[in-house]
């Protein structure tokens, strides 16, 4: 009697499992491929060309020629660049704590509160993350202007002026545009966290007489650490990302530059300065710095869990 072979079947199902899933990669591929790779490749073989002109610049056509590094070093060792980079760093500084500590501390409030509060709280809470970025920027640019203002208004009717255009608090307007648009977006990220917290935890810390306080830091925190370090890399990223805030405040504020932040910098250069070239070595730069940012902090937050 001829033996039964029970391998074979089993090997030609994985075989056309295998086609099936590579047929439906297929247009995540390509579209990953058009959409993302090709800009980036684009734009490094764009940073190390540069287009020279002959003679005033009259009767021959520009030349475009090889020039390697060169855009990168200009750039870097532009001092409007790197004063954009200072400010950008300040900007983190206040920025990120503010952000993640806010929503650390509404969340768990709103873990804390009746069932009828919560839903209420979430959606005033997500309400300005629904307000596009360039409407948000609009709407504090009126809040801030002097004359039409009903913050400033109240404040100099309590004898208290203040010009948040000015170079000394522009940019924490800017903060403050950022935290009012992106903290109840993180709040909802960590109650979520805190909802998959096991509740029988929480009884046993509450039997063993911890409060609200001590269970919040003992307990809760360290549970929800993983969505927090997940806040942090997108929040970092996003950061390194600053445009559209200063971009809208720039015209009604003197004290911010086409060159405010690097990425202005490199929009500045693409289609003010027309030039194309470095506007690419600085978006590459940016982009570095924002893929070292991300691994940085993946490791710390991987070290984190597996501690």
Same mark, same amino acid.
């Given at each position: 009697?001829?033996?039964?072979?029970?391998?074979? =079947?089993?090997?030609?199902?994985?075989?056309?499992?295998?086609?099936?899933?590579?047929?439906?990669?297929?247009?995540?591929?390509?579209?990953?491929?058009?959409?993302?790779?090709?800009?980036?490749?684009?734009?490094?073989?764009?940073?190390?060309?540069? #287009?020279?002109?002959?003679?005033?610049?009259?009767?021959?056509?520009?030349?475009?020629?090889?020039?390697?590094? %060169?855009?990168?070093?200009?750039?870097?060792?532009?001092?409007?660049?790197?004063?954009?980079?200072?400010?950008?760093?300040?900007?983190?500084?206040?920025?990120?704590?503010?952000?993640?500590?806010?929503?650390?501390?509404?969340?768990?409030?709103?873990?804390? #509160?009746?069932?009828?509060?919560?839903?209420?709280?979430?959606?005033?809470?997500?309400?300005?993350?629904?307000?596009?970025?360039?409407?948000?920027?609009?709407?504090? #640019?009126?809040?801030?202007?002097?004359?039409?203002?009903?913050?400033?208004?109240?404040?100099?009717?309590?004898?208290?002026?203040?010009?948040?255009?000015?170079? %000394?608090?522009?940019?924490?307007?800017?903060?403050?545009?950022?935290?009012?648009?992106?903290?109840?977006?993180?709040?909802?990220?960590?109650?979520?966290?805190?909802?998959?917290?096991?509740?029988?935890?929480? %009884?046993?810390?509450?039997?063993?007489?911890?409060?609200?306080?001590?269970?919040?830091?003992?307990?809760?925190? =360290?549970?929800?650490?993983?969505?927090?370090?997940?806040?942090?890399?997108? #929040?970092?990223?996003?950061?390194?990302?600053?445009?559209?805030?200063?971009?809208?405040?720039?015209?009604?504020?003197?004290?911010?530059?086409?060159?405010?932040?690097?990425?202005?910098?490199?929009?500045?250069?693409?289609?003010?300065?027309?030039?194309?070239?470095?506007?690419?070595?600085?978006?590459?730069?940016?982009?570095?710095?924002?893929?070292?940012?991300?691994?940085?902090?993946?490791?710390?937050?991987?070290?984190?869990?597996?501690?």
């Amino acid at each position: 009697m001829k033996p039964l072979h029970r391998g074979k =079947p089993r090997s030609r199902q994985g075989g056309t499992g295998g086609r099936t899933a590579a047929i439906f990669l297929v247009p995540f591929f390509a579209l990953f491929l058009f959409t993302m790779i090709a800009p980036l490749i684009y734009s490094v073989i764009l940073s190390l060309f540069a #287009t020279k002109k002959s003679g005033l610049g009259f009767g021959a056509s520009p030349e475009t020629i090889f020039v390697g590094l %060169e855009n990168f070093v200009e750039v870097l060792s532009s001092q409007s660049f790197l004063a954009g980079f200072g400010r950008l760093a300040i900007y983190i500084v206040l920025y990120i704590p503010a952000m993640i500590g806010g929503a650390l501390i509404l969340a768990l409030l709103l873990d804390s #509160t009746a069932a009828l509060l919560k839903r209420t709280f979430q959606l005033l809470l997500f309400l300005p993350h629904a307000v596009p970025g360039v409407i948000a920027a609009l709407i504090w #640019t009126y809040l801030y202007t002097p004359g039409v203002s009903p913050i400033v208004r109240a404040l100099e009717s309590g004898g208290i002026s203040i010009d948040f255009f000015s170079a %000394e608090l522009v940019l924490p307007a800017i903060v403050n545009i950022a935290v009012w648009e992106w903290t109840g977006f993180n709040v909802i990220i960590i109650y979520t966290a805190l909802q998959a917290v096991p509740r029988e935890v929480l %009884e046993a810390a509450r039997v063993d007489g911890a409060g609200g306080v001590r269970t919040a830091i003992a307990i809760k925190l =360290p549970l929800v650490a993983p969505a927090l370090g997940v806040i942090l890399l997108f #929040t970092s990223i996003g950061s390194l990302q600053l445009f559209t805030q200063p971009a809208i405040l720039s015209t009604a504020s003197s004290a911010i530059t086409p060159t405010y932040v690097p990425n202005m910098w490199a929009y500045d250069a693409a289609f003010n300065r027309l030039d194309l070239n470095q506007a690419a070595a600085a978006s590459i730069i940016i982009a570095a710095l924002a893929g070292v940012v991300s691994f940085f902090i993946t490791r710390l937050n991987s070290k984190g869990a597996t501690a």
